[in-house]
């Protein structure tokens, strides 16, 4: 039996029409507010994620789902002393590679076995002198260890032919046609996220023509986890970007707050009580740098204690600490410094001004000066709402202001604020209180076809009846009637209607109220108001 892939589900019936109710009371809420949709591929360059997450992220660093596979160009079966790391792997065809690189941080050689010969070898990135000489060694150390005789041939690419022999006119070089799978102009990333697409999306149409943009999306995403309840490989998410140039206001406070407001209604609509929404600021890049500083201080006495994560991201981007989820760790990370010692002026006043309208329009909150969130672009406010019935992952949603994200994409400065609430996570916690039963529309009405020739009336009566509004399902005139009542109130509907020869001949049809069992006989022009009435 073929099951759907680790980490993704099939959501049926009843459970879909809690997922459909909760967008439609999404869709209503961000219509109050003036938001409109905006849709972007489920699928980017890998680029985008890798530049506007952030490289040292978990999503980038482990979770995505790319193709080719980030494996395939950074990681090595085994390593000899400075020249010759290889790596033999199959693709989707059974095709063989081999990657070979110089020893330096780039890996830069993929040979493909079959159309190649076993010495040939692609490069990925140009070939000059100092490159030759290498290749020279390794021929050399090739010999030495025993592995096939490399000769100086050099194939390249096809999309790299003319660069290299720009590079290098007096070497040979052959263009070799390779899957386009592999060009890294195709390395394409199933999105994690969303917001990185919506800022491309702003950049690539000159959105800031427009002022100040208000968008939301609702989609999947996907994130290569450790699948468990309430974490998926496909969730789903429901975004919300706020991006405008300076001049539309796009930096205010006021946008800040009106998030978090909306936020608040929302979870009431859909019927999320008890939820905690949990406030920081994280600052400006001139802030982090300091906060970063200090962090580095503060862990150098202990990092040794902590997990290899956490010893990593001390070097490479201490801020990423607070992401730590290892219990062993909580104890160190409590006795860090904090952003909020570090605040300029300008991102303090902001974040007093967001918790003042906060206090105005009445939406409690409370602070956790330790909360950074996953991504690299975030400035100024973070944040995200909770909800106790999720234990350990228990964010329904989070988000905050990426005022430096365009800038970091090429784009002009364009501040924004938004959020991704966890749509999955949001129907579990609602399923406790809303069971799906309860929004699920059921039949109104049955139609029981009873004879040969009857289909055809029923097929007319419920076309008559459907243009009311009212849902209507349709039996088969070889059921028996028993069968027909059988199914009606198994499916929970209403009624059951009657149709054969004399209820066609005399126009008025049996209509049978399955609680009750109450049966009585209507006028055709009279069943859908009959129906209607509850
Ligand atoms: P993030 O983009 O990581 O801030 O995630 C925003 C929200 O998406 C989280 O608060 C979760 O509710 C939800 N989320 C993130 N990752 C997953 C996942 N693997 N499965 C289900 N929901 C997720």
Not at 17 to 33: H, I, M, S
Not at 40 to 52: K, M, N, Q, V, Y
Not at 435 to 442: F, S, T
Not at 457 to 471: K, N, P
Request: contains cysteine; glycine residues 6%.
């Amino acid at each position: 039996m073929i099951k759907s892939p680790r980490g993704t589900r099939d959501l049926l019936p009843p459970e879909t029409a809690l997922w459909n109710f909760v967008e439609a009371a999404v869709r209503d809420v961000f219509r109050a507010y003036n938001f409109h949709e905006i849709r972007t591929p489920i699928f980017e360059s890998t680029e985008l994620f890798a530049r506007g997450v952030g490289e040292e992220t978990d999503i980038v660093n482990k979770e995505m789902f790319e193709n080719p596979p980030a494996e395939l160009f950074t990681s090595y079966e085994g390593e000899v002393p400075d020249v010759i790391v290889r790596k033999a792997w199959l693709d989707q065809y059974g095709n063989r590679y081999t990657l070979v690189s110089q020893g330096l941080n780039e890996p830069f050689a993929v040979a493909r076995r079959g159309d190649l010969t076993p010495s040939m070898m692609v490069f990925r990135y140009h070939m000059d002198a100092c490159t030759l000489e290498r290749m020279q060694t390794l021929e050399r150390q090739q010999a030495e260890l025993g592995l096939e005789r490399l000769e100086l041939t050099i194939a390249v690419p096809e999309w790299e032919e003319k660069e290299v022999r720009r590079l290098s006119p007096t070497v040979e070089v052959h263009s070799v046609k390779l899957p386009g799978w592999l060009d890294p102009r195709n390395a394409f990333t199933l999105r994690p996220e969303n917001t990185a697409g919506i800022v491309r999306a702003y950049i690539e149409h000159k959105l800031w023509e427009r002022g100040l943009n208000k968008f939301f999306s609702i989609g999947p995403m996907f994130r290569r986890e450790r699948p468990q309840k309430g974490r998926y490989r496909q969730f789903y998410q429901i975004d919300a970007e706020v991006i405008g140039p300076p001049s539309s206001g796009s930096q205010s406070p006021v946008r800040d707050a009106e998030i978090l407001e909306l936020l608040a209604t929302l979870l009431d609509r859909v019927g999320i009580a008890n939820w905690t929404l949990v406030l920081n600021s994280v600052g400006c890049p001139a802030d982090r740098a300091k906060f970063n500083e200090a962090l580095r201080e503060a862990l150098a006495p202990v990092v040794d204690k902590m997990c290899v994560d956490c010893q990593r991201r001390a070097v490479t981007n201490p801020l990423r600490v607070f992401d730590c989820k290892v219990l062993a760790d909580q104890p160190i990370i409590e006795t860090l410094p904090t952003i909020s010692q570090f605040l300029d002026e300008d991102c303090r006043m902001h974040y007093e001004q967001v918790k003042e309208i906060l206090n105005a329009v009445a939406i409690p909150f409370v602070e956790n000066p330790r909360l950074v969130r996953g991504l690299d672009y975030y400035q100024k406010t973070a944040f995200e709402f909770t909800h106790g019935a999720l234990g350990a992952q228990n964010a329904i949603l989070g988000g905050g202001r990426y005022d430096g994200l365009s800038e970091a994409l090429g784009g002009p400065a364009a501040p924004g604020i938004g959020f991704a609430i966890g749509e999955d996570r949001l129907v579990l916690s609602l399923m406790e209180a809303t069971p799906a039963e309860a929004v699920v529309r059921k039949p109104d009405v049955y139609i029981a076809p009873l004879g040969a020739g009857m289909n055809r009336e029923a097929a007319r009566l419920a076309r008559e009846l459907r243009r009311h509004d009212l849902v209507v399902e349709l039996g088969d005139e070889s059921f028996r009637p028993k069968k027909s009542i059988e199914t009606a109130d198994k499916m929970g509907s209403r009624y059951v209607l009657i149709v054969g020869g004399n209820e066609v001949a005399g126009d008025a049809f049996s209509l049978k109220h399955l609680a009750s069992g109450e049966q009585v006989t209507v006028p055709r022009a009279e069943l859908a108001q009959r129906i209607s009435r509850k």
